[in-house]
């Protein structure tokens, strides 16, 4: 696993938003029309921008996997992250969705700490590649430095076949929200 730079962001990109096709939260998220497949795009482009100025971006040694990890207690309000908040809802949630992704976000970070934590905003792998160990290698490398950097790691996922792969893991389920589909939060105290 390395640390992905801004040349990366169209791989990373790719892998996510074919990854997350179909995922319910995603889903959830944008706006639901004819261009449902380029806003995903637009969702994992926005992110892919807030991981690389406010945490880290991470891909498999052969591109085919990444990683997407944000340290909330870093991210500021700057001009940057402004604009990127509005292509996000004019190219990706759509203006009438703003209040339903709001509420939905506001929600989830009730749940996590006072404190600073790892979050894992996005892991995913390409299709093809999928079930053959990238995920899990990266994610024992992402729980190793969230362990050496001292950081509960914090995650949501609305795949309910995910939720044993993250237990596996030395996760747990410590929450499980409504959005019209369940959505389990878990963490790891990395002790």
Same mark, same amino acid.
């Given at each position: 696993m390395r640390r992905a730079t801004k040349h990366d962001r169209?791989?990373?990109?790719?892998?996510?938003?074919?990854?997350?096709?179909?995922?319910?939260s995603v889903n959830y998220i944008v706006r639901q029309d004819k261009f449902r497949r380029k806003r995903i795009k637009a969702l994992m482009d926005y992110s892919f921008q807030v991981c690389h100025l406010f945490g880290c971006v991470y891909l498999s040694d052969d591109n085919n996997a990444c990683a997407l990890i944000s340290f909330p207690d870093q991210k500021k309000a700057t001009f940057k992250s402004i604009f990127l908040d509005i292509k996000l809802?004019?190219?990706?949630?759509?203006?009438r969705n703003i209040s339903k992704v709001l509420t939905r976000e506001r929600v989830i970070s009730k749940n996590y700490p006072n404190a600073p934590i790892y979050y894992l905003w996005f892991i995913g792998v390409l299709p &093809?590649?999928?079930?053959?160990?990238?995920?899990? &290698?990266?994610l024992r490398e992402i729980v190793e430095e969230a362990r050496m950097l001292k950081r509960p790691i914090y995650l949501e996922t609305s795949s309910e076949k995910n939720v044993p792969? +993250?237990?596996?893991?030395?996760? &747990?389920? +410590?929450?499980? =929200?409504?959005?019209?589909?369940? =959505? +389990?939060?878990?963490?790891?105290?990395?002790?």
């Open positions: 169209d791989v990373v990109v790719k892998i996510l938003s074919r990854a997350f096709e179909d995922n319910k809802i004019i190219k990706a949630t759509g203006w &093809e590649y999928q079930n053959q160990g990238l995920g899990k &290698e990266m792969w +993250y237990q596996n893991a030395g996760f &747990e389920i +410590y929450n499980q =929200l409504d959005f019209g589909y369940p =959505l +389990y939060l878990l963490k790891t105290t990395n002790k």
